[in-house]
């Protein structure tokens, strides 16, 4: 897929993160880090907001808050923490790409593993998480 069919996608509907999550992946395959990085911190801001709140809400149960659990991500989810984490790590901030692959391994496996529905180009949950893995540890060890 091109960077300006992703663009036009993305542009289409900017708040779909499946969108979204396909012009990540257009930039970072094309060695664009940083925008591929940038592209994601609307979705960070949010995630970071929901984890904050399910934390609120186990302190403070009377008080209500948006529900969060670790319940596989929303549709292009896996993608946008692997891409994170991938992206992160090429741009130097291997502590924090550390900490996304840490967080994408916490996560539940999805139903079916070797497949994502939707326009993720049939890649597996289990093959973006090589190669994230393979990028941030290296090679696995025989």
């Known amino acids: 897929m091109s960077l300006q069919m992703a663009q036009a996608l993305s542009n289409a509907k ?3 993160l499946e969108r979204r999550v396909l012009l990540v992946i257009a930039h970072y395959r094309l060695g664009h880090y ?5 592209l994601l911190e609307s979705w960070k801001s949010e995630r970071l907001r929901a984890i904050v709140a399910k934390v609120g809400q186990c ?10 659990d670790q319940q596989p991500l929303k549709e292009g989810g896996y993608d946008a923490l692997a891409f994170q984490a991938m992206a992160q790590f090429r741009l130097g901030q291997h502590l924090q790409a ?12 999805p139903p ?3 497949h994502f529905p939707g326009p993720h180009m049939n890649w597996g949950y289990k093959d973006l998480l090589r190669e994230a893995e393979a990028l941030i540890e ?4 025989k």
């Open 14 to 16: 900017p708040g779909d």
């Open 112 to 114: 079916n593993p070797n």
């Open 138 to 141: 290296g090679p696995p060890k």
């Open 59 to 68: 302190l403070m149960p009377s008080w209500p808050a948006p529900f969060f």
């Open 98 to 109: 550390r900490s996304a692959l840490a967080d994408l391994r916490c996560y539940p496996i």
């Open 34 to 38: 940083g925008e591929a990085l940038a």
